[in-house]
Nanobody
Framework: QVQLRESGGGSVQTGGSLRLSCSVSGYIHARTCMVWFRQAPGKEREAVASTDSSGIIRYSDSAEGRFTISQDSATLFLQMNNLKPEDSAVYYC????????????????????????WGQGTQVTVST
């Protein structure tokens, strides 16, 4: 059983930075996708950054160049710079085993319903 817990959300002004953390506990398979999703009110949950056990990293178009995903042995991070009001959302980390036949390039493309393990979410609010 995998347990995820996010922290680090908060309120910042446009152009500010935040670093989100997701502590990971439990058994992590050697082939695992780790993804940061976000969901704003009235919008669908969207993936913004992903990584896998081999270190393949992918970003959404909105996150590219501003967000950085990284991980150590027990924590997944999301460094967010140059934040914009449209980045305001609840941010979630998610994880699941990477299906055979796919590699880490695909982690960002799997829908939220494909991910079994989720944290409780952390709110990010960016004001003008």
């Amino acid at each position: 059983q995998v347990q995820l817990r996010e922290s680090g959300g908060g309120s910042v002004q446009t152009g500010g930075s935040l670093r989100l953390s997701c502590s990971v506990s439990g058994y992590i398979h050697a082939r695992t996708c780790m993804v940061w999703f976000r969901q704003a009110p009235g919008k669908e949950r969207e993936a913004v950054a992903s990584t896998d056990s081999s270190g393949i990293i992918r970003y959404s178009d909105s996150a590219e160049g501003r967000f950085t995903i990284s991980q150590d042995s027990a924590t997944l991070f999301l460094q967010m710079n140059n934040l914009k009001p449209e980045d305001s959302a609840v941010y979630y980390c998610a994880a699941d085993r990477l299906p055979w036949g796919f590699d880490g390039e695909s982690c960002l493309t799997f829908p939220p319903t494909d991910y079994t393990y989720w944290g409780q979410g952390t709110q990010v609010t960016v004001s003008t």
